[in-house]
């Protein structure tokens, strides 16, 4: 191989004006020094060294040597650390979302977003506005289920009757099911639907039935908001209807309970749900 020109301008050829930059294993380059009869230091340094300053620019080379490598682990340090923050901050969120999602509990029933598809077609379906749906879900196996229609009048309960039921003493109980009830004000009826894998179950009951003027009456409706848990053996509330001549107040569904009701609410159909083992 013919080399032409001096051993500097042969170095800077070569891009090696800096000591130390991008060198790779020095082994590869000890023929080729001794091919060029220069000194290791020399094919670092780039330049020719004068014996008298070969001391000085040994150190100055191993200094500066010493101050990439010294950058480039502080910069191989700080993109560890990045990465270690980014693991911590995923695992701490992976942690949070398994721990929250093993809180929630198993067997639940809780209201279906009244704008999601779902909702929104049962709503196309029936042709009716107001619709609200439940979704219940039972790792338990129970032998049945009951829904019970309360009616209040200004306070005070005046009936308390089932008017559903699902058995399940001859199969195994369904894991989920819904239960919708759909209010037809135009025609003073209030529909419930049942509804599991086995099978689907509606009745029809009439709202303000002998009730004058009562196409003039207000009318409103409150139902549970969060996913509950199912307490088997208990009835929980799941919405009622609620009408007045003079103007509704809304309450929450767990203010109803019992045979009296502290409210100015003429008429109100309360539902509920109980799930028996």
């Known amino acids: 191989m013919i080399f032409e020109g001096t051993k500097k301008s042969f170095f ?6 800096r000591a130390g930059i991008c060198l790779p294993d020095v082994s590869v380059y000890l023929e080729l020094c001794e091919i060029l009869g220069i000194s ?73 977003d009244p704008d999601s598809v779902e909702m929104k077609t049962a709503e196309l379906l029936s042709g009716i506005d107001g619709t609200m749906m439940f979704r219940y879900n039972s790792k338990d196996t129970f032998q049945a289920l009951y829904v019970y229609l309360s009616e209040y009048h200004s306070g005070k309960r005046v009936s308390h009757k089932r008017v559903l039921e699902l058995s399940y ?23 419930l639907i049942a509804a599991d894998e086995y099978s689907k179950y509606m009745t029809e009951t009439p709202i303000l039935e002998g009730v004058a003027n009562r196409e003039y009456y207000g009318r409103s409706a409150t139902s ?32 109803i309970t019992g045979e009296y009701i502290d409210t100015d609410n003429e008429y109100m159909y309360y539902y509920s749900a109980e799930f028996v083992k």
Request: proline share 2%; charged share 25%.
């Open 12 to 17: 800077f050829g070569l891009g090696l004006t």
């Open 40 to 112: 290791l230091n020399e094919f670092l340094a780039g330049e020719d060294i004068e014996v008298t300053n070969v001391e000085k620019k040994s150190e100055d080379t191993l200094i500066q040597i010493s101050k990439d490598s010294s950058h480039k682990q502080r910069y191989l340090k700080k993109i560890i650390a990045v990465l270690l923050i980014a693991v911590g901050v995923f695992a701490i969120t992976l942690g949070i979302m398994v721990c929250n999602k093993l809180r929630q509990p198993q067997n639940y029933i809780e209201a279906v």
């Open 169 to 191: 003493e001859d199969v195994k109980s369904a894991k989920n099911g819904l239960i919708v009830i759909t209010p037809d004000f135009d025609n003073f009826t209030a529909k």
């Open 224 to 255: 549970i908001e969060n996913k509950s848990t199912i307490e088997y053996g208990t009835e929980q509330g799941l919405a009622a209807l609620i009408y007045g001549e003079q103007g509704v107040s809304s309450l929450p569904i767990q203010d």
